[in-house]
């Protein structure tokens, strides 16, 4: 056999190699396939070509790994089971851009599923190596560590704590401000997943200097990179005073309302949790919200948009009205109420009506004036029928009896009253008659008194 013919068989080995794996990472993108795929052992055949001598042949049976990981969690802890994380860990900070972003791929599709399988990446020390990548000069490489730091610290708070300890969020912080826009979006979604947790992590997401190039971005034309700014500014936003008031200090007001304004769904949503979770904490960050136009802009927000899109700013609009007897009467010439008013008769999902519910309760219970610019709208039959609905769920039920109680308290607005007396239950009845009394009652005293008084003069 002559040496040409020695050489043959290798290459065609070579080849066969490279036909397998590039079959197996197309199979793998079709799911009907990956039952198929696992009963044959793929798993088994495709860990040795992780080391081989082709290059392409690596990229690509990682890129098959990946697939099949991201497919289900049996796949993806078949990968920790196979031995397969440490290979790819050595393998990433030693290979090509290529292989680099292909092991990322497997990394992020592994700890996608479940805190377990996030830490067993932590436990095979790759968040060293990936931290390292978020510093490679080319900008897939940073990409696609990221979004595998992001999605093992969404699960935990313990994850989070482990991804930045390893020095991520300075760096998720520097690739926020590359020029690719891809960067930026699963660098500000990573920086989101790190500082929903805690306060303390948030606060560490802040002092790598987040704040300031998050708010530069909000107005950036890329609608899926706003989606990820605002939910990085909410999560940051929702802990504390201190950390509301720095997201604030950043001159978000008035930009971030014309995100409510925005043609992409999940922008306005994004942007309505972040100015919930502003005007959540105290009476003077909401009244900011009011001074910059927020309660208006909101309401129209809430009007343009159906479903849980809706849900943040319906919720906002009660945290503002909860504050004080200013801030409800605030919403109310905003025109807030019968617009809470159609969401809770539209909506047919329980829990945005039982969220409407509870912001007009928040509304009317401060006094007779807020509680009958309640009830002149019409409102409290509808609350009184989704009570007493046996079809509503116990939340929605608890929230309309609340919501018709404090409004009721305060209500002297008697023809609003009057239907109550023939249609509700006891329970309700009792605040009913209770108003009746305190509006009748003084006016019945003084009346009888007059007819006293002048019949003592004349006998």
């Known amino acids: ?28 993108t079709r799911p009907q396939n990956i039952e198929t795929l696992q009963n044959a052992g793929v798993m088994s055949l495709l860990r040795p070509l992780l080391l081989d001598v082709v290059p ?128 930026k979006r699963i660098a500000a979604s990573a920086l989101s997943d790190i500082s929903k947790h805690s306060p303390e992590l948030a606060q560490t997401v802040v002092d790598a200097g987040a704040i300031a190039h998050l708010a530069q971005m909000i107005l950036n034309p890329d609608s899926k990179l706003k989606r990820q700014v605002l939910s990085a500014l909410s999560q940051i936003a ?101 617009q809470l008013s159609i969401c809770l008769s539209e909506e047919p999902e329980d829990h945005i009506k039982a969220a409407a519910a509870w912001a007009i309760g928040q509304i009317g219970r401060h006094t007779p004036e807020h509680a009958r610019a309640v009830a002149v709208t019409n409102t409290l039959p509808v609350l009184l029928s989704l009570y007493m609905s046996t079809e509503s769920s116990e939340d929605l039920q608890v929230k309309s009896k609340k919501a018709i109680k404090n409004i009721l308290q305060k209500c002297t607005y008697l023809p609003a009253l009057e239907p109550f007396l023939y249609d509700a239950p006891p329970n309700i009845l009792k605040h009913v008659v209770g108003q009746f009394s305190k509006v009748l009652f003084p006016w019945i005293f003084r009346y009888a ?11």
């Not at 013919?5 to 990472?25: I, N, P, W």
């Not at 849980?308 to 906002?316: A, E």
């Open 238 to 338: 929702k802990h504390s005073v201190d950390l509301a008031e720095m997201v604030v200090e950043a001159e978000i007001f008035p930009v971030v309302l014309t995100c409510l304004k925005d043609k992409d769904e999940y922008v306005k949503k994004n942007a309505s949790t972040l100015i919930r979770e502003i005007a959540k904490h105290t009476p003077e960050l909401s009244q900011l919200i009011v001074n910059a136009g927020g309660v208006a802009a909101m309401i129209d927000c809430i009007g343009s948009c159906k479903g849980n899109i809706r849900l943040p700013g319906i919720m906002m609009l009660g945290y503002v009205a909860a504050h004080s007897e200013n801030l409800a009467m605030a919403v109310i010439i905003s025109k807030g109420v019968p």
């Open 56 to 183: 392409t042949i690596q990229q690509t049976a990682a890129l098959a790994l990946g697939r099949l990981a991201n497919y289900n969690d049996d796949l993806a802890e078949a990968v920790v089971k196979g031995d397969i994380l440490p290979q790819l860990v050595y393998s990433l900070a030693e290979q090509n851009r290529f292989y680099k972003k292909a092991a990322a791929f497997v990394l992020r599709a592994v700890g996608k599923h479940s805190p377990q399988l996030a830490q067993a990446i932590v436990d095979c020390g790759a968040l060293d190596t990936l931290v390292i990548c978020l510093e490679d000069f080319d900008p897939g490489v940073k990409e696609a560590a990221a979004w595998a730091l992001g999605y093992i610290a969404r699960h935990n708070a313990e994850l989070s704590q482990a991804v930045v300890d390893a020095g991520a969020a300075p760096l998720l912080v520097l690739c926020i401000q590359e020029p690719e826009i891809a960067l």
């Open 1 to 28: 056999m002559s040496q040409r013919q020695v050489l043959q068989v290798f290459e065609q080995y070579q080849k066969a190699r490279t036909q397998f794996v590039q079959m197996v990472a197309e199979l793998a």
């Open 449 to 459: 008194s007059a007819e006293s008084g002048q019949l003592s003069t004349t006998y």
